[in-house]
Nanobody, 119 residues
């Protein structure tokens, strides 16, 4: 059973960088054809896909967030990370990490972590 767990600060000040880590257990992040994603849900809004890092290490970002987003991984720790720079209160959301297969639909999710951007 694959499990994902997000970790990181719950409060970030405007203009700073939001940093989150997803720790994966029960499966390797280098296993073929899995895509390790970051997704967020602002209050009162739908899910927004941020980007993913593939099993191969290739990375793809949502065009709307690309200029501020960096996703990386540490295969020795079976973790992948999200950094979102120059945050504003509009970046306040529940942030999820998730695994998707080739079809793109996530099949395993972390429980989500609330991140609030406020001074």
């Amino acid at each position: 059973q694959v499990q994902l767990q997000e970790s990181g600060p719950g409060l970030v000040k405007p203009s700073q960088t939001l940093s989150l880590t997803c720790t994966v257990s029960g499966g390797s992040i280098t296993t073929n054809y899995h895509y390790w994603s970051w997704i967020r849900q602002p209050p009162g809004k739908g899910l927004e896909w941020i980007g993913y890092i593939a099993y191969s290490g290739s990375i793809y970002y949502s065009p709307s967030l690309k200029s501020r987003t960096s996703i990386s991984r540490d295969t020795s720790k079976n973790q992948f990370t999200l950094q979102l720079s120059s945050v504003t209160p509009e970046d306040t959301a529940v942030y999820y990490c998730a695994r998707a297969g080739s079809a793109g639909t996530p099949d395993y999710w972390g429980q989500g972590t609330q991140v609030t951007v406020s001074s």
